[in-house]
């Protein structure tokens, strides 16, 4: 099943039920975040369990069917993975203190409080990674575009100004590697990064419900980028 026009909320209505093409739709809405979940676990206490600890949170959430309780309705699709990803950890960490005190451990030793980011709180940075898993996405596209339009060259030339723009001698270093014009190069860096803008707005909103502000989305996005 391709991704391509398919939304998130669309994919978590296609798992629901038990047909092989449900299977093949909560296959695909898994492996599509399954990148932020793992970058969420190896934030925490021991990076080396992180791919144990994902593979057991997608059992989880496919053992208890949590893509059955999402609800455009109640929120983004983004808070709701990060909820039951924050829960299943919770419920971890309760499971392996309880295991530690009946194995005789000293009380506190697996406290929360020892765990938590200096830095970021596991909302913050997930919310980063999420951002940039979004943006990451768009960009593929981007270069799926690109290639099929028969411009692979010249994306791969200027992608590293998708974020930010060039200076005016990149134009004209870009423009005699390529044999086009300075102007021509800007014309098609302005381009590619107002179709990138649009592709991140159509990703965005995939994810969230149907009343949700886009540009409200588009800024915390932004913003969420930002937090190292």
């Not at 990148?35 to 593979?55: E, G, I, N, S, W």
């Not at 530690?100 to 709180?121: C, I, T, V």
């Not at 107002?194 to 932004?222: G, H």
């Amino acid at each position: 099943m391709s991704s391509a026009g398919t939304t998130r909320w669309s994919l978590i209505f296609a798992a629901r039920g038990t047909s092989p093409s449900a299977r093949e739709a909560l296959e695909q809405l898994c492996a599509n975040y399954h990148p932020v979940v793992l970058a969420y676990f190896k934030r925490q206490d021991q990076p080396q369990l992180a791919d144990d600890r994902t593979q057991a949170f997608f059992l989880h959430f496919l053992d208890r069917h949590l893509h059955d309780r999402a609800d455009a309705a109640r929120g983004s699709f983004r808070a709701f993975l990060f909820t039951s990803v924050r829960n299943h950890w919770h419920e971890a960490l309760r499971g392996e203190a309880a295991r530690k005190r009946r194995a005789g451990a000293e009380a506190g030793e697996f406290a929360l409080a020892d765990l938590a980011d200096a830095h970021a709180s596991p909302e913050q940075a997930f919310d980063r990674d999420w951002a940039l898993h979004v943006l990451q996405r768009a960009r593929e596209q981007l270069e799926h575009e690109a290639d099929h339009s028969g411009k692979s060259a010249l994306f791969a030339a200027v992608q590293g100004f998708l974020l930010e723009p060039p200076e005016a001698s990149d134009y004209v270093r870009i423009g005699a590697a390529l044999g086009m014009p300075a102007n021509t190069v800007a014309v098609a860096v302005r381009r590619l990064r107002e179709r990138l803008r649009a592709l991140v707005r159509r990703e965005l909103a995939d994810t969230l419900p149907p009343a949700a502000d886009i540009d409200t989305e588009m800024r915390w996005l932004k913003q969420a980028l930002q937090n190292d």
